[in-house]
């Protein structure tokens, strides 16, 4: 049994916290590929470990993470336009590429090249088995993408989808890997049904 301040070191997972910045420095599947089907289309809000990111795919086609609030006025990006490789907000229409740069400032003198001043947080992003996956930690620490088998077989081998769950992935992990529970947490307990129930969870 794990005494509440374990518990709370293991199930807090945002920006700063003992777990959070574990995880952070591993490739962290955040959206299906086929959530974001085409180039210029529209953006995705998605929460990572408690962080707003905003996932888009550029006109080249290239996935990016970046905050999901323009620096300027802190409106939402997700409400802007998604054109020539980049992210309008819709305020005063400063552009953000998938990397984070300010790429267009139309308020500003072009002279005074104020955009080359402002970045936007982002997050590396790969492509890999179907799967958007954002590393979130240290920039010159980052690892190869894992080699799970189901992203090295060709696309008609394997089935990619994704289930909500209300809890921590740590606390996922554990009840995956803790056979022993199958039998009684996801048993039946109508006395007709229990013994073939058990019989089932036990092959």
Known sequence: ???AEDNKFLTESGAGTGMGELLRRFWIPVLLSEELPEADG???KIVVMGEELLAFRDTRGIVGVIDQYCPHRG???WLGRNEECGIRCVYHGWKFDTDGRCVDMPTSYPDLNAKDLIRIKSYPVREWGEMIWAYMGPADQVPELPDLEMALVPPSHRY???KWQDCNWVQALEGSIDTAHFTFAHLSFER???RSSISRSTL
């Open 1 to 3: 049994m794990l005494r």
């Open 42 to 44: 529209p953006p995705k």
């Open 75 to 77: 409106a939402n990006l």
């Open 160 to 162: 990619v989808s994704k």
């Open 192 to 194: 007709k049904r229990t």
